[in-house]
Each structure stands twice: as C-alpha cells, then as structure tokens.
T-cell receptor
Framework: NAGVTQTPKFRILKIGQSMTLQCAQD?????MYWYRQDPGMGLKLIYY???????DKGEVPNGYNVSRSTTEDFPLRLELAAPSQTSVYFC?????????????FGQGTRLTVV | QQQVKQSPQSLIVQKGGISIINCAYE??????FPWYQQFPGKGPALLIA?????SEKKEGRFTISFNKSAKQFSLHIMDSQPGDSATYFC????????????FGTGTQLKVEL
C-alpha cells in the first residue's frame, strides 16, 4: 500500500525554469491537496481538488498551476521559477465525510530555486 | 492573516515529563481540529483529532483538550519519550469544504534523557 507518492524527492531549479511536481495516490481518495512548508510558517495550502476535473485555489496559489485529469494524479506545475518558491512541497489526499477525515501526506519534494 | 496560532515554537522536555502545546483559532466555523506529527524528512502524519462536541479526547499518552468558548485547544503528551521528538502541528478545518487544513506554525519538541 503506497499511499501518497511524490516525485522527485529533491530538485534544484534555476530562476525562470519550469517543472512539474508529481503526486499520485492509490487510496481512491476524491480530495487532493498541495501544501508548501517553509521554516517557522507551518504548511500553506496552494491548490486543492475535490475530484477529477475540479480544482481550486488555496491560500498561496500565485506562480503555480494544477490539473486533475484522474482520481489518482494531481501534478503541480511551476512556471518561471523564483527564489521565493524555494520550499518543501507536500501533496496530501483524503476522503470527504464526517467520519475518518484524515489527510494522508506524501514524503515531500524539497525544491531549491537558485 | 494567521487563523491558527500555535505556541511555543520549540519545547524541551525531560524524559517522563509532560509536553504541552497550545493552539488558538479565530474562525468559529472550524469544526475539526487535528494534530499532526512530523519527523525530519517525512510528511506530517495524523496523531489525534477532536471535534468541538467534546472537551477532551485521549489516545494512549496523547490527549487533546478543547475549550470552545475560548477558541483554544491543546495537545498533552504524557510520559514523554525521546521517540516523541518531532515537530507537531495543530490544524483546523470546516466541514463541507473537504479537509482544507489551516495549520499552525509548528512546535519542535525535543525530549531529553
């Protein structure tokens, strides 16, 4: 049972480059999320999706794009990378409902923009 | 605007002692309050969670105390162990919007021998 899988684990980008962070889950969860974690700041929601074909902005969406073509995959796209996007990125998934609403997180992607 | 405030930022506790981490929230629509534990190089993992219809929830050595009127909740770790050394995040979310979690800023706990 893999849970939430993120690739790559580490990446160094040059300013202005672009890349896609991959996220896949095998728990058949409808809800998926991207967070970024910066030291002393907790985790901030970038984008989320409540199902295939449906995405919406979170707290800090600028500079990012997402798509959700399948239930399993939720890639995060960085266009024109900037040093401010240096962070650790976490993908998460969960099921809707009042009971057992635990969000499961991947192991993260550490991105450095130089 | 920080909707969930967490303190302290760091905490050192002796083995066997009690670790206490506090959080306060602003949005009265929040109805789910989880605590996540994160070890270095790993993603956060759910530790324990509470809903506002109860004032306390206990799971093993971990207890959440919840004060709805004060809009505060706290995590108590009894008999703290070196293996509990990690970063702890409180969070909050509201029903109907999935689990869009609003996180606190985290507490680095170190349990010393």
């Amino acid at each position: 049972n893999a849970g939430v899988t993120q690739t790559p684990k580490f990446r160094i980008l040059k300013i202005g480059q672009s890349m896609t962070l991959q996220c896949a889950q095998d728990m058949n969860h409808n809800y998926m999320y991207w967070y970024r974690q910066d030291p002393g700041m907790g985790l901030k929601l970038i984008y989320y999706s409540v199902g295939a074909g449906i995405t919406d902005k979170g707290e800090v969406p600028n500079g990012y794009n997402v798509s959700r073509s399948t239930t399993e995959d939720f890639p995060l796209r960085l266009e024109l990378a900037a040093p401010s996007q240096t962070s650790v990125y976490f993908c998460a998934s969960s099921s809707p409902g009042e009971v057992n609403t635990e969000a499961f997180f991947g192991q993260g992607t550490r991105l450095t923009v130089v | 605007q920080q909707q969930v405030k967490q303190s302290p930022q760091s905490l050192i506790v002796q083995k066997g002692g009690i670790s206490i981490i506090n959080c306060a929230y602003e949005n009265t629509a929040f109805d789910y309050f989880p605590w996540y534990q994160q070890f270095p190089g790993k993603g956060p993992a759910l530790l324990i969670a509470i809903r506002p219809d109860v004032s306390e929830k206990k799971e093993g050595r971990f207890t959440i105390s919840f004060n709805k009127s004060a809009k505060q909740f706290s995590l108590h770790i009894m008999d703290s162990q070196p293996g509990d050394s990690a970063t702890y995040f409180c969070a909050a979310s509201k029903g109907g919007g999935g689990n869009k979690l609003t996180f606190g800023t985290g507490t680095q706990l170190k349990v010393e021998l």
